[in-house]
C-alpha cells in the first residue's frame, strides 16, 4: 500500500499521535479522512457546526454533550489531534497490551478508567467532580421520553443517587460512579472494533 | 395416535406384567346371566391416556422428591438424577415383565417431546445476544459439526482397520461416518438441561445452545446422506451424489429457517386481530408454532431450525399483540410443557438402556467414541476459536474454550437417531446403539455432574443474576447512545449500520403490517404498572406496621446492598428488563418484596420510558416495545430538545448550560389557572379522550400567556422548590415556530392531565 504510506506522511504529527492514542496507522489514516470530510469548508479544523451537521447526531439524546466533550475548556476549534484524542477512548481494551504496559507512564486512552471518566464528564457539566442530582435529572430529562412525568423522573433521579452515594452527600462522586457500575462489563459496552 | 404411545409408556408399579385385567365375560355356559353389573373394570377404554398421564405423574413426583433434599439437587444435575431413575424404573419393569416394555421411541420423541423444548427456547432466546454472536454459533454449528462428523467417524473406522475394534461389528467407513454423523451433534436438550443450573456467563451459554439449535440442520443433511449412501452401497455412489449432498445443506437449513420465518408472520398477523377472542391466543401461538414444526418436518427440513426461527421471528410483534394475560399463559405454559418432556425424556433414556436384547457391547468401538468425541470436540473448539477471536470484539479465552469443548453434551437427538438406523441396511446397528447409550450416559451423568465444580475451579464468568442497579441500567443507556453518536462520529457502516437498516425496514413495512394499531402507540402499561405498583407499596407499607395517614411521604426502602444475590428478587418484570438470558426452565415463580415492587416499578419506567438509541435496542425478553412511531417521535422529540438548547446556548453567556429551565410549574393541588381548559385538565384525573385541537390551541394560548408574563423570572430555579417542567423554556422566537410550540403545548398538557392515553391522542393528531 505504498501510497496510503504517503497519505500517512500528511498527517501532522503522527507519531506523537499515535504514542498518545494507540491507534494503528491504518485507523488513523482511517480517522484523518474522516476528519477532512467532516471538515467541509476546509478549514483545517472541524468546528461544533461540522459536527452538528452529523443528522444522526441531531437525533441522539446525548448528542449535544458529546459534542460538547469534543471541545473541551470551551475551545472553539477541534484540530485532528483532540479528535482522536477523544475517540481513543473508545478503542478496544488489548489485554496483552495491558500487561507489557510501562507502569509509570499515563494510562492509556481507551482503559477502563478513562473510558469511565469519559462517561462521567458527560454527566458532570459543572466539573465539579460530582455528579449532583439535578445533573442526574438533567440526564434523565434528556434520554426519557416526554411521557414521563417530572414526579416519576425525579424519584427515579433520587433513586440512582442514593443508590451509588455511599457517603452520603447527596452526589455521586468519581469513584462512586466507578463502584458502581464495577459488575459491568465496560470494556465491552464502551469499545468499537473499527477502532482497533 | 394413542395406540402409538401406548408402547412407550411405563407403568412402573408391580402390576407392569398385569397391563389388561380381563374383563367380564358375558357369561360362561352353564351359568345364568348376570345381573345388572355394579362395577366394571374398564382398564381397556383408559389405558392409553391413562399411562400417558401416570408416566408424567411420576416423572414429577419423582422432581418434587429430589428437590427435598437441597444438597443432592446442588450437586447433581437433575437430568442425571432422571436418567438413574428411568434406569431404575427400568430395571423393575424387565424383572416384573421379563421384557423390556417401554422404550423412547424416535417417533414420540421427534413428534412430542421434542417441539415443546426447542419451541421454549426459542420463543424466550435473547435474540440481541444471538445475533451478536451470530458469527461465532454458526461457525461452531456448521464447521463444527461437520468437523467432528468427519473425524470421529474416519477415525473409527482407523480403529477398526487396526484390528481394535472386533470383526463381528460390520462396518464400512460409511457406515462409521453415518455413525459418526450422528454422535457428533451437540444436543440442544442436554446442554439446556445442564448449563441451567451451572449459570455460566451469557455470551458462553448463547454460544454453545446457539450451536446446539443450528447444528441440527447439519446433522439431519448428514444423518440422511449417509444413511441413502449405505443403502444405496458404497460402490453406488457417484459424484453428483456428493454435491447433491452439500446442496441439500443449504436447502435444509434454509428451507427450515423459511418455514420457520413463514408461519412467524402468519402467528404474527393472525395474532392481530384477536382482539375480540383473546381466549385463543395462547393456542394460537402454539399450533402455529407446532405447526411449523411438522410441515418443516414433513418436508424433510431441519424442524428444530424451523421451530427457533418462529420463536425467534415472531416474538415481537406477538408480545405487543397479545394482552398482558395471554403472555402470562403463553409463557407458563411453554415453560411447563418444556420442563415436562424433558423430565419424560431423561426417563425414558434411562429405561431403555435397560432393554438389552437392542444393543451388543463391543469394548474396543465404545471406548474408541468416547475417546475420540472428547478429543476431536476439543481439537475443532480451539481451532475454531483461534480463527474466530481475529474478528470478535471480545475474544474468546481458554476458560471459555474448555468450558465449551467440555460442554458439548451428546443426547437423546443422538439416541432417537441410531434406533432409527435399519438393521439390514446397517448391520451393526447393535453395536452402535450400545456406544451411543454410554456416549449419552457418560456426557450427561458424568460431564453433567463434574461440570460444576470445573466451572467454579476454572473461575468461570458466572451470569449476573442480580437484577441490574438502577445505575447500570441508566448508564447502560447511556453507553449505548455514547457508542451510537461515536459511530456517528467516526462514520463506520458495519454491524450496526446493517442492524439499523433492518431495523428501519421493520419499522416502515413490518411492524404496521404485523402489530395491532394500538399496540403502536406507547401504552399506557407504563402507567397502569406503576400506579398498581403503588398501591402494592402502599398496601406493604401498611402491612408493615406504618399508618399512611400519618406518614409524611414514604420513604425509599433501603438500598440493595450490591452483592444481593438472586433468590429473594427474581422476578419476572426484573428478569425481563435484565440483561440475562430466560432460558431457564426452572425459573417462572417470582417471591416480590416491597423493595423488589419499587425497583421493579423503576425498571419498567426506564425500560418503557428511556429513549432507544437508535442503533441499539434491547430486545433481549422486553415487554416494553417502542413502535416504529414512536421512534420517529423520539427522534423528533430529541431533535426538537437538541435545537431549542442550541438556540438558548447561543443566547446565553455560559457555555456550558444546557437549557434553561423554564418557570417552574406548580404542582396541581395549589395553583389557579388562568384558563378554565387548563384548569379542568388539572383536576380532572381522565380528561376526555378526544381532546379537539382547540383545546389544544387554548392550552397553547395560556402556556403563551403565563409565559411571557414571566420571561423575566430568574432563570435557574431550585428544584426542590416546585416541580419543574422538563422542556426549554419556549423563548417567543421559538414560540413562532409552529411545531415548536405546540410540542410545548403538548408537553404542557400532558404534564398537566397525566393521562398518557390522552398525550398521544393529541399528539397523534398533531404530527
Not at chain 2, 148 to 155: L, M, P, Q
Not at chain 2, 517 to 534: E, F, G, H, P
Request: net charge neutral.
Amino acid at each position: 500500500m505504498g501510497s496510503r504510506s504517503s497519505h500517512a506522511a500528511k498527517i501532522p504529527d503522527v507519531d506523537s499521535i499515535r504514542r498518545e492514542t494507540g491507534f494503528s496507522q491504518a485507523s488513523l489514516l482511517r480517522l484523518y479522512h474522516r476528519f477532512r470530510a467532516l471538515d467541509r469548508t476546509g478549514k483545517g479544523y472541524l468546528s461544533r457546526l461540522d459536527l452538528q451537521q452529523i443528522e444522526a447526531l441531531a437525533v441522539n439524546p446525548l448528542g449535544d454533550r458529546i459534542i460538547d466533550s469534543f471541545f473541551p475548556d470551551g475551545s472553539l476549534r477541534l484540530d485532528f489531534p483532540g479528535f482522536v484524542r477523544v475517540l481513543a477512548h473508545f478503542r478496544p481494551v488489548d489485554e496483552e497490551e495491558d500487561g507489557n504496559r510501562d507502569p509509570k507512564e499515563p494510562e492509556p486512552l481507551n482503559s477502563r478508567m478513562n473510558k469511565l471518566r469519559f462517561a462521567f464528564q458527560l454527566y458532570d457539566l459543572d466539573r465539579d467532580g460530582k455528579i449532583s442530582r439535578h445533573e442526574m435529572l438533567q440526564v434523565l430529562r434528556l434520554m426519557v421520553g416526554v411521557q414521563v412525568t417530572e414526579e416519576q423522573l425525579e424519584s427515579i433521579a433520587d433513586r440512582t443517587v442514593q443508590e451509588a452515594d455511599e457517603d452520603g452527600d447527596g452526589a455521586v462522586s468519581f469513584l462512586e460512579f466507578t463502584k458502581s457500575l464495577e459488575k459491568m462489563n465496560i470494556e465491552q459496552k464502551m469499545s468499537i472494533r473499527i477502532l482497533k | 395416535m394413542l395406540r402409538a404411545a401406548l408402547p412407550l409408556l411405563g407403568l412402573p408399579l408391580a402390576g407392569a406384567g398385569a397391563t389388561e385385567k380381563p374383563t367380564q365375560e358375558p357369561g360362561s355356559p352353564g351359568e345364568p346371566p348376570p345381573g345388572l353389573a355394579l362395577f366394571r373394570w374398564q382398564w381397556h377404554e383408559v389405558e392409553a391416556p391413562y399411562l400417558v398421564a401416570l408416566w408424567i405423574l411420576v416423572a414429577s413426583l419423582a422432581k418434587i422428591v429430589f428437590h427435598l433434599s437441597r444438597k443432592v439437587t446442588s450437586l447433581v444435575p437433575e437430568s442425571c438424577l432422571l436418567i438413574l431413575l428411568g434406569l431404575a424404573l427400568g430395571g423393575i419393569v424387565l424383572a416384573v415383565a421379563k421384557k423390556a416394555e417401554y422404550q423412547l421411541e424416535p417417533g414420540t420423541f421427534f413428534l412430542f417431546l421434542l417441539p415443546p423444548i426447542v419451541l421454549d427456547s426459542g420463543y424466550f432466546m435473547p435474540s440481541r445476544l444471538f445475533f451478536d454472536n451470530l458469527g461465532a454459533i454458526l461457525t461452531y454449528a456448521v464447521v463444527g459439526t461437520l468437523w467432528n462428523a468427519f473425524t470421529t467417524g474416519a477415525a473409527l473406522w482407523g480403529l477398526q482397520q487396526a484390528g481394535l475394534v472386533a470383526p463381528r461389528v460390520q462396518a464400512g467407513l460409511l457406515d462409521f461416518l453415518l455413525f459418526g454423523s450422528l454422535i457428533s451433534a451437540v444436543d440442544p436438550v442436554a446442554v439446556l438441561a445442564v448449563f441451567e443450573e451451572v449459570h455460566v456467563n451469557e455470551t458462553l451459554f448463547i454460544i454453545v445452545f446457539g450451536e446446539s439449535l443450528l447444528n441440527d440442520a447439519v446433522t439431519v443433511v448428514l444423518y440422511k446422506v449417509c444413511n441413502s449412501f449405505v443403502e444405496m452401497g458404497s460402490a453406488n455412489v457417484r459424484a453428483t451424489d456428493y454435491l447433491k449432498g452439500v446442496a441439500s445443506l443449504f436447502v435444509v437449513s434454509l428451507g427450515g429457517a423459511a418455514v420457520g420465518l413463514v408461519f412467524a408472520f402468519l402467528l404474527a398477523l393472525t395474532t392481530r386481530f384477536t382482539k375480540r377472542v383473546r381466549i385463543i391466543e395462547p393456542l394460537l401461538v402454539f399450533l402455529l408454532a407446532y405447526a411449523a414444526y411438522l410441515t418443516a418436518e414433513m418436508a424433510s427440513l431441519s424442524a428444530i431450525l424451523a421451530v427457533t426461527m418462529c420463536g425467534l421471528g415472531c416474538k415481537k410483534y406477538v408480545e405487543a399483540n397479545i394482552s398482558h394475560k395471554s403472555r402470562t399463559a403463553v409463557k407458563y405454559t411453554m415453560k411447563t410443557l418444556a420442563s415436562c418432556a424433558e423430565t419424560v425424556i431423561f426417563m425414558l433414556l434411562g429405561i431403555s438402556a435397560v432393554d438389552s436384547s437392542k444393543w451388543a457391547w463391543d469394548s474396543g468401538l465404545v471406548l474408541g467414541t468416547l475417546f475420540f468425541i472428547l478429543f476431536f470436540r476439543a481439537l475443532g473448539v480451539v481451532l475454531q476459536t483461534w480463527v474466530l477471536n481475529q474478528f470478535r470484539l471480545v475474544p474468546l479465552d481458554k476458560i471459555d474454550q474448555v468450558v465449551m469443548s467440555y460442554g458439548g453434551l451428546r443426547g437423546a437427538v443422538a439416541f432417537a437417531l441410531v434406533i432409527l438406523l435399519d438393521r439390514t441396511k446397517v448391520p451393526a446397528k447393535d453395536y452402535f446403539v450400545a456406544t451411543t447409550i454410554v456416549v449419552v450416559f457418560f456426557t450427561v451423568i458424568v460431564q453433567g455432574l463434574t461440570i460444576k465444580p470445573l466451572v467454579k475451579w476454572l473461575k468461570v464468568k458466572r451470569s449476573e443474576h442480580h437484577k441490574p442497579t438502577l445505575n447500570q441500567e441508566l448508564h447502560e443507556h447511556t453507553f449505548d447512545h455514547i457508542l451510537a453518536a461515536v459511530e456517528d462520529v467516526v462514520g463506520h457502516h458495519g454491524y450496526h449500520y446493517w442492524r439499523d437498516r433492518w431495523e428501519q425496514f421493520d419499522k416502515k413495512y413490518l411492524s404496521q403490517l404485523l402489530m395491532r394499531r394500538s399496540a403502536y402507540r406507547i401504552r399506557d402499561q407504563i402507567w397502569d404498572v406503576y400506579y398498581r405498583l403503588n398501591i402494592r407499596d402502599a398496601i406493604s407499607f401498611v402491612d408493615q406496621g406504618g399508618h399512611v395517614l400519618s406518614s409524611t411521604g414514604l420513604t425509599l426502602p433501603s438500598m440493595p446492598s450490591r452483592n444481593s444475590m438472586a433468590e429473594t428478587s427474581v422476578t419476572n418484570l426484573l428478569r425481563e428488563s435484565g440483561s440475562g438470558a430466560c432460558l431457564d426452565l426452572q425459573v417462572i415463580d417470582t417471591v416480590r418484596s416491597g423493595r423488589d415492587r419499587e425497583d421493579a416499578a423503576m425498571h419498567h419506567l426506564l425500560c418503557g420510558g428511556l429513549y432507544k438509541p437508535r442503533r441499539r435496542y434491547k430486545a433481549s425478553c422486553s415487554r416494553h416495545f417502542i413502535s416504529e412511531d414512536a421512534q420517529e417521535r423520539q427522534d423528533k422529540e430529541v431533535f426538537q430538545q437538541n435545537m431549542k438548547r442550541r438556540l438558548e446556548s447561543f443566547k446565553s453567556t455560559k457555555h456550558n448550560i444546557c437549557f434553561t429551565k423554564s418557570k417552574p410549574r406548580p404542582r396541581k393541588a395549589g395553583h389557579k389557572k388562568k384558563d378554565g381548559v387548563a384548569n379542568t385538565e388539572a383536576t380532572n384525573g381522565k380528561p376526555p379522550r378526544d381532546l379537539g385541537f382547540h383545546d389544544t390551541a387554548a392550552v397553547i394560548l395560556t402556556v403563551e400567556s403565563e409565559e411571557e408574563e414571566d420571561s423575566d423570572s430568574s432563570e435557574t430555579e431550585k428544584e426542590d422548590d416546585e416541580g419543574i417542567i422538563f422542556v426549554a423554556r419556549a423563548t417567543s422566537e421559538v414560540l413562532q415556530e409552529g411545531k415548536a410550540s405546540v410540542l410545548t403545548a403538548i408537553k404542557m398538557v400532558k404534564l398537566s392531565s397525566k393521562e398518557l392515553g390522552t398525550c398521544l391522542e393529541i399528539s397523534r393528531t398533531r404530527i
